[in-house]
């Protein structure tokens, strides 16, 4: 091959090959339609649990995050992805292989017996002239980035997992002590109407009622109290944490609902959803697939490999010992497609069918992620304008039966007025607890949405 040949080659191989874009525009809104929470600072998402001031909450995710099946295959498949990341890598450098070996043997009658003993290095290079193997590795770059974006990501999504749990189960008690409160009073309005059917004030059918009233709320406390017992089973499941032990963490820890810590998101969604290791992860297989479609477009080009080897060897015969460097370049071979049935063409066709379906992901994943953000924020706002109206139910409602139950008792009332007036109150109270943990759920959402304090390499603040 003479030198004009070479040139034409290099020359060919920088311009060759065109992979379609690595990079796609996010189609992302300009702004949130939603309105944003107001709280006038920014909040550490990466310490956001820290922040809701219950230690028992955080013990839960940390425990969670390091027993959870899904954080341990994210970290699987960063081992993996490194590894091919590693083997693409050294595909750009030449190989060096030892060998050595040793014969004896007789050439021909009357000669005598000889020993021949070699020992050399083999040195082989594929040069990559079309930028084949350069695209392998930042295929696999991208794919090991987007690796270690998907384990933040899962450790994200336990982390909110075990948040809503163990919200849930805070409103779970909550609720089982307002109905718990409500079987008691109309255990005490069943005592005193009976009292009063025996002495022949009232008629047996209130008594009756009465009963019916106190039975049915003493049923709902449990089945309440069972919706607990599950709740915290389900934590169990989620932490590994012996059911004894939570239990008694648990018993530690005040029913009431605690709000969660405010979060502050940007007004731009692109900076917003940039944060997101999801959408990262996605935008890193767009990357990923468009190497993958330039490796298979190289594939297509003549390949020109180099070869050696340098080696020392030894041959005796009688006694006497004669030394036998060796040593070779090349040769420099260079192979050219001819006919291949239309195998490379079509592995051309199949990656980049590959990328457009990685294309296609990469914009619906940012499509879900906006509808994410979007609804939390939504859920936010609705229940900070519904939380004021929920309060006046309550104090309204048990105002109301408060007074009816008095005038219940000096005979003015009926016993079905006192029980509608029982049944609003005790309606208001368990919405004002659905509320709150709604509230706590749409802020949990919105730390999901908003990428849980992960950061990403390629973003500058």
Same mark, same amino acid.
């Given at each position: 091959?003479n030198s004009?040949?070479? /040139?034409?080659? $290099?020359?060919?191989?920088? /311009?060759a090959i065109?992979?379609p874009?690595a990079r796609v525009?996010?189609p992302a809104?300009p702004?949130w ?9 920014v909040t #550490?998402l990466?310490q956001w649990?820290?922040?809701q001031g ?5 013990r839960?995710?940390?425990a969670?995050?390091?027993?959870s099946?899904?954080?341990?295959s994210?970290a699987?498949r960063?081992?993996?992805a490194r590894?091919v =990341?590693?083997?693409?890598g050294?595909?750009?450098a030449?190989?060096l %292989?030892?060998?050595?070996?040793a ?7 009357g ?10 290095l083999q040195a082989?290079w594929?040069?990559d002239?079309f ?6 590795r930042?295929?696999?770059q &991208?794919r090991l #980035?987007?690796?270690?974006?998907g384990?933040?990501d899962?450790r994200?999504s336990?982390?909110?997992d075990?948040?809503?749990?163990y919200y849930a189960?805070?409103?779970c008690?909550q609720?089982?002590d307002?109905t718990?409160a409500d079987?008691t009073?109309r255990?005490?309005?069943a005592?005193l109407?009976?009292l009063?059917a025996?002495a022949?004030?009232v008629a047996p ?6 009963r ?8 709902r406390?449990t089945?309440q109290?069972a919706?607990? #017992? ?6 169990v499941?989620l932490t590994?944490?012996?059911?004894p #032990?939570?239990?008694?963490q ?7 609902l605690?709000?969660?810590?405010p979060?502050a998101?940007t007004s731009l969604p692109?900076?917003?959803l940039?944060? =997101?290791?999801d959408?990262?992860?996605?935008? =890193?297989?767009v990357a990923?697939?468009s190497?993958?479609?330039g490796?298979?477009?190289?594939? =297509?080009y003549p ?10 060897g ?9 030394d036998?460097?060796t040593w070779t370049?090349g ?9 291949d049935?239309?195998t ?5 066709d199949?990656?980049?069918?590959a990328y457009?379906?990685a294309?296609?992901?990469y914009r619906a994943?940012?499509r879900?992620a ?7 924020l939504?859920? $936010?706002?609705s229940?900070?304008a519904r939380?004021? %109206?929920?309060g006046?139910?309550v104090?309204g409602?048990?105002a109301?039966?408060a ?15 006192l ?6 109150r005790? &309606? ?11 509230r706590s759920?749409?802020?949990?959402a919105?730390?999901?949405?908003a990428?849980g304090?992960?950061r990403?390499?390629d973003?500058k603040?």
């Amino acid at each position: 091959m003479n030198s004009l040949t070479l /040139c034409a080659l $290099l020359l060919l191989g920088g /311009c060759a090959i065109t992979p379609p874009a690595a990079r796609v525009a996010m189609p992302a809104a300009p702004q949130w339609i939603a309105p944003l929470p107001h709280n006038g600072s920014v909040t #550490d998402l990466a310490q956001w649990w820290q922040q809701q001031g219950d230690p028992l909450l955080v013990r839960l995710i940390e425990a969670g995050q390091a027993v959870s099946p899904t954080v341990a295959s994210a970290a699987s498949r960063i081992g993996q992805a490194r590894a091919v =990341r590693v083997s693409a890598g050294a595909a750009l450098a030449p190989t060096l %292989d030892a060998a050595a070996s040793a014969s004896r043997s007789s050439a021909q009658p009357g000669v005598p017996l000889g020993t021949v003993a070699q020992v050399a290095l083999q040195a082989s290079w594929e040069i990559d002239l079309f930028g084949a193997r350069r695209l392998a590795r930042d295929s696999a770059q &991208a794919r090991l #980035d987007g690796a270690q974006a998907g384990w933040h990501d899962a450790r994200v999504s336990v982390a909110a997992d075990i948040a809503n749990q163990y919200y849930a189960l805070r409103a779970c008690r909550q609720l089982l002590d307002v109905t718990s409160a409500d079987a008691t009073s109309r255990s005490e309005t069943a005592r005193l109407s009976q009292l009063s059917a025996n002495a022949g004030f009232v008629a047996p059918a209130t008594a009756a009622l009465a009963r019916a009233s106190a039975a049915e709320a003493s049923s709902r406390v449990t089945q309440q109290q069972a919706l607990c #017992d599950i709740d915290v089973k389900v934590l169990v499941a989620l932490t590994a944490i012996a059911e004894p #032990d939570l239990r008694q963490q648990l018993a530690s820890t005040t029913s009431s609902l605690l709000l969660a810590a405010p979060i502050a998101i940007t007004s731009l969604p692109a900076q917003t959803l940039s944060q =997101r290791p999801d959408v990262f992860n996605a935008e =890193r297989e767009v990357a990923a697939a468009s190497a993958a479609v330039g490796t298979a477009q190289a594939q =297509r080009y003549p390949r020109l490999t180099l070869a050696g080897s340098i080696g020392a060897g030894a041959f005796r015969a009688n006694g006497v010992t004669t030394d036998a460097p060796t040593w070779t370049i090349g040769p420099l071979a260079l192979s050219l497609p001819v006919f291949d049935g239309g195998t490379r063409a079509a592995n051309v066709d199949a990656a980049a069918a590959a990328y457009d379906e990685a294309v296609a992901l990469y914009r619906a994943r940012v499509r879900q992620a906006v509808r994410e953000v979007e609804e939390a924020l939504v859920n $936010l706002d609705s229940t900070r304008a519904r939380s004021a %109206d929920a309060g006046l139910a309550v104090d309204g409602y048990r105002a109301s039966f408060a007074g009816t139950e008095s005038r219940y008792r000096s005979g003015l009332a009926s016993l079905v007025e006192l029980e509608d007036a029982r049944r609003l109150r005790l &309606a208001a109270e368990l919405t004002q607890v659905s509320l709150q943990q709604q509230r706590s759920a749409a802020w949990i959402a919105l730390y999901r949405a908003a990428g849980g304090g992960w950061r990403n390499p390629d973003f500058k603040e």
